[in-house]
């Protein structure tokens, strides 16, 4: 949560969070007098706690002035990431937590790594040719070291968690002299976390951020008097900001965040990732007259100039307000997509591609008579989002975690009873790719869409299950609830570019013999109307018992009748696509897996050596 956030929660009780934190005080009309920000006796800091500007405090001795989370911070002396955290706690705010199963190993590395100080080459080149002061080399611990194997100098860039320096996240080094075809030499430690660098030259009181591709340039932004930290891998997307799921609890209490990145197709890309995962609301962009920070100090760019370039940072526009010339390059993807990639996740069923295709941005709604496997059927298409390389969080809120994820296990090995230590196999290779929504029974819509939103941008996951709607917190026959809840989820699907599955529960029919429809949906008819795509699962209760009927009598079961299929796919609405039926598939009892045709053998999601009966299990696609 943002720090101007929780400080606007502070205001609305400013007058008990005044006698909190100076209990010397004394009201003198709309203000809480006390001497100073540790709340000594006399009269020059004055708090407004009523009033146009209620939570607000100026000290007329020191200049000292700001909101009710400065003060806090002031009076514990303490950074403003503690001052969150310790007034979030005051006001009974429960922030939301991911913690995956099993940990990536990862290491520090020692601080005795680092050169005890820097080679005469090392810091000419960041003095002399890249301009920095000798004060910003020592502000940032810059060390560097003479390799004589390698004929070269090496510039270690030390990543501290903090301002006291005793930890080290990574070590970074880059070759002064540049190797074949003009490249940098770069390599890092290895096992490390990928986290950003310049936190230990980061005021105690920033509330403002600067976020650059390289850590020159957050040297230089610090230079020319801003807060800057480096991203460790550079500019791109995918696996290149994948430092964002480590430092998003840090950036988090952040008001504003610039974006200061290089000026060339890669730092857009860069941009579109982190505007996305990081809110579009706080974040800004930065154009430079040059390429980047330090083409601009080396070319004596002043800092007037530059002030100037970030008091002009662009915001971004309400997403509603858009241009037909915006949505150039999208167009295109969808008539030619990079590489032919199909963006979306498919079934697993042949029949069904190029037929039904899982797009960002939509919402599938999923129906089905009780007892006809819904819930089962999804839980085969997460294991294949997965294979994919979808990341899943799963609002089960009909079934407790232990039964589903055993239903998961069991649909995952193909087994109807897999080893234990398959078992463990399985979790460890699910334990950072589907995520629980840990609440069995009714659970409220704002706690669990806020729960989907952390899920989104601290570990984009793209994909999200809820099971089912009347479960979510609403009456039954509350439809204009049930109206507004669905809008939020398109709103949520929208806004932050994923897939929503929502299950949804018919109306009583006659009998089993006929599926419902997208009109047959419990509750209000907005539910349908709103969703992109419309499915139903029925299960052929009519094979199932004239199979049960003859085995109890003893007989044959006629081919025909084997041949006939367990279970329909029906699709009734597909807003982006140009298909609408039926698939008729088949069900294994023992994998719990759907089939495209009776004598296909289910194959397992996770690989896996069995010592056990010395038996490796397949991931073959199928």
Same mark, same amino acid.
């Given at each position: 949560?943002?720090?101007?956030?929780?400080?606007?929660?502070?205001?609305?009780?400013?007058?008990?969070?005044?006698?909190?934190?100076?209990?010397?005080?004394?009201?003198?009309?709309?203000?809480?007098?006390?001497?100073?920000?540790?709340?000594?006796?006399?009269?020059?800091?004055?708090?407004?706690?009523?009033?146009?500007?209620?939570?607000?405090?100026?000290?007329?001795?020191?200049?000292?002035?700001?909101?009710?989370?400065?003060?806090?911070?002031?009076?514990?002396?303490?950074?403003?990431?503690?001052?969150?955290?310790?007034?979030?706690?005051?006001?009974?705010?429960?922030?939301?937590?991911? $913690?995956?199963?099993?940990?990536?190993?990862?290491?520090?590395?020692? $601080?005795?790594?680092?050169?005890?100080?820097?080679?005469?080459?090392?810091?000419?080149?960041?003095?002399?040719?890249?301009?920095?002061?000798?004060?910003?080399?020592?502000?940032?611990?810059?060390?560097?070291?003479?390799?004589?194997?390698?004929?070269?100098?090496?510039?270690?860039?030390?990543?501290?968690?903090?301002?006291?320096?005793?930890?080290?996240?990574?070590?970074?080094?880059?070759?002064?002299?540049?190797?074949?075809?003009?490249?940098?030499?770069?390599?890092?430690?290895?096992?490390?976390?990928?986290?950003?660098?310049?936190?230990?030259?980061?005021?105690?009181?920033?509330?403002? &951020?600067?976020?650059?591709?390289?850590?020159?340039?957050?040297?230089?932004?610090?230079?020319?008097?801003?807060?800057?930290?480096?991203?460790?891998?550079?500019?791109?997307?995918?696996?290149?900001?994948?430092?964002?799921?480590?430092?998003?609890?840090?950036?988090?209490?952040?008001?504003?965040?610039?974006?200061?990145?290089?000026?060339?197709?890669?730092?857009?890309?860069?941009?579109?990732?982190?505007?996305?995962?990081?809110?579009?609301?706080?974040?800004?962009?930065?154009?430079?007259?040059?390429?980047?920070?330090?083409?601009?100090?080396?070319?004596?760019?002043?800092?007037?100039?530059?002030?100037?370039?970030?008091?002009?940072?662009?915001?971004?526009?309400?997403?509603?307000?858009?241009?037909?010339?915006?949505?150039?390059?999208?167009?295109?993807?969808?008539?030619?997509?990079?590489?032919?990639?199909?963006?979306?996740?498919?079934?697993?069923?042949?029949?069904?591609?190029?037929?039904?295709?899982?797009?960002?941005?939509?919402?599938?709604?999923?129906?089905?008579?009780?007892?006809?496997?819904?819930?089962?059927?999804?839980?085969?298409?997460?294991?294949?989002? $997965?294979?994919?390389?979808?990341?899943?969080?799963?609002?089960?809120?009909?079934?407790?975690?232990?039964?589903?994820?055993?239903? %998961?296990?069991?649909?995952?090995?193909?087994?109807?009873?897999?080893?234990?230590?398959?078992?463990?196999?399985?979790?460890?290779?699910?334990?950072?790719?589907?995520?629980?929504?840990? $609440?069995?029974?009714?659970?409220?819509?704002?706690? %669990?869409?806020?729960?989907?939103?952390?899920?989104?941008?601290?570990?984009?996951?793209?994909?999200?299950?809820?099971?089912?709607?009347?479960?979510?917190?609403?009456?039954?026959?509350?439809?204009?609830?049930?109206?507004?809840?669905?809008?939020?989820?398109?709103?949520?699907?929208?806004?932050?570019?994923?897939?929503?599955? %929502?299950?949804?529960?018919?109306?009583?029919?006659?009998?089993?013999?006929?599926?419902?429809?997208?009109?047959?949906?419990?509750?209000?008819?907005?539910?349908?109307?709103?969703?992109?795509?419309?499915?139903? &699962?029925?299960?052929?209760?009519?094979?199932?018992?004239?199979?049960?009927?003859?085995?109890?009598?003893?007989?044959?079961?006629?081919?025909?009748?084997?041949?006939?299929?367990?279970?329909?796919?029906?699709?009734?609405?597909?807003?982006?696509?140009?298909?609408?039926?039926?698939?008729?598939?088949?069900?294994?009892?023992?994998?719990?897996?759907?089939?495209?045709?009776?004598?296909?053998?289910?194959?397992?999601?996770?690989?896996?050596?069995?010592?056990?009966?010395?038996?490796?299990?397949?991931?073959?696609?199928?």
């Amino acid at each position: 949560m943002r720090a101007k956030d929780i400080a606007e929660k502070l205001s609305r009780c400013a007058e008990r969070v005044a006698k909190n934190l100076l209990p010397h005080g004394k009201l003198m009309g709309n203000y809480w007098v006390v001497g100073d920000v540790f709340g000594k006796p006399g009269e020059s800091l004055k708090l407004c706690i009523h009033g146009t500007k209620k939570g607000s405090f100026y000290d007329f001795a020191t200049s000292q002035g700001g909101d009710l989370l400065e003060l806090w911070r002031l009076n514990r002396q303490i950074s403003v990431s503690e001052a969150i955290k310790e007034a979030s706690s005051y006001l009974g705010i429960s922030l939301p937590t991911f $913690v995956p199963s099993r940990q990536n190993i990862e290491t520090s590395p020692s $601080v005795e790594k680092l050169p005890k100080s820097i080679s005469a080459n090392a810091k000419n080149y960041l003095h002399i040719e890249r301009k920095l002061s000798l004060d910003t080399i020592d502000k940032f611990s810059i060390r560097g070291e003479r390799n004589e194997e390698r004929d070269n100098d090496f510039i270690a860039f030390p990543f501290f968690t903090d301002s006291k320096k005793n930890k080290l996240t990574q070590i970074k080094w880059i070759g002064v002299r540049r190797g074949q075809n003009n490249k940098k030499i770069i390599f890092t430690e290895r096992n490390c976390n990928p986290g950003l660098f310049g936190w230990h030259a980061i005021a105690n009181d920033t509330r403002t &951020i600067v976020l650059t591709e390289g850590e020159i340039d957050a040297m230089t932004l610090h230079q020319y008097g801003f807060n800057a930290l480096s991203l460790p891998y550079g500019g791109g997307k995918g696996s290149k900001q994948a430092w964002l799921e480590k430092e998003f609890d840090r950036l988090a209490i952040f008001d504003e965040i610039f974006l200061c990145l290089d000026n060339d197709e890669v730092g857009k890309q860069t941009i579109d990732v982190l505007v996305e995962r990081l809110g579009s609301h706080r974040c800004r962009v930065v154009t430079l007259p040059k390429k980047d920070a330090n083409e601009c100090l080396q070319a004596g760019i002043t800092r007037k100039e530059i002030n100037t370039c970030f008091a002009n940072a662009k915001c971004f526009d309400p997403s509603e307000f858009r241009r037909f010339s915006d949505f150039r390059e999208a167009i295109k993807e969808r008539f030619y997509p990079q590489n032919n990639e199909i963006i979306g996740y498919n079934p697993p069923f042949d029949k069904c591609k190029g037929k039904i295709l899982f797009r960002p941005k939509e919402l599938s709604l999923w129906s089905g008579i009780n007892g006809h496997g819904k819930s089962q059927f999804l839980g085969h298409l997460i294991l294949d989002f $997965v294979k994919q390389d979808a990341k899943v969080c799963i609002a089960s809120l009909e079934l407790s975690p232990e039964i589903l994820l055993t239903r %998961l296990a069991r649909q995952a090995s193909a087994q109807t009873r897999p080893t234990k230590a398959y078992i463990d196999a399985i979790c460890d290779y699910y334990a950072d790719k589907i995520w629980l929504f840990n $609440v069995t029974g009714q659970a409220k819509a704002d706690r %669990l869409l806020e729960v989907f939103l952390y899920a989104r941008q601290k570990h984009n996951v793209d994909v999200f299950i809820i099971d089912s709607l009347m479960m979510c917190g609403l009456k039954e026959d509350d439809y204009d609830a049930q109206k507004r809840f669905v809008e939020r989820l398109c709103e949520f699907k929208n806004t932050y570019n994923c897939h929503v599955h %929502l299950v949804a529960h018919p109306r009583k029919g006659a009998d089993e013999s006929r599926p419902p429809g997208k009109l047959d949906i419990k509750g209000t008819g907005s539910v349908s109307d709103l969703a992109d795509n419309n499915f139903v &699962i029925w299960r052929n209760k009519k094979k199932e018992n004239d199979m049960q009927q003859a085995e109890n009598e003893g007989e044959a079961v006629a081919e025909d009748l084997k041949n006939k299929c367990d279970c329909l796919l029906i699709c009734d609405k597909n807003r982006n696509g140009d298909w609408e039926g039926k698939a008729s598939l088949w069900y294994d009892k023992k994998s719990y897996q759907y089939l495209n045709y009776r004598t296909q053998k289910p194959n397992p999601y996770v690989s896996f050596f069995d010592k056990s009966v010395n038996e490796t299990v397949y991931d073959d696609k199928f």
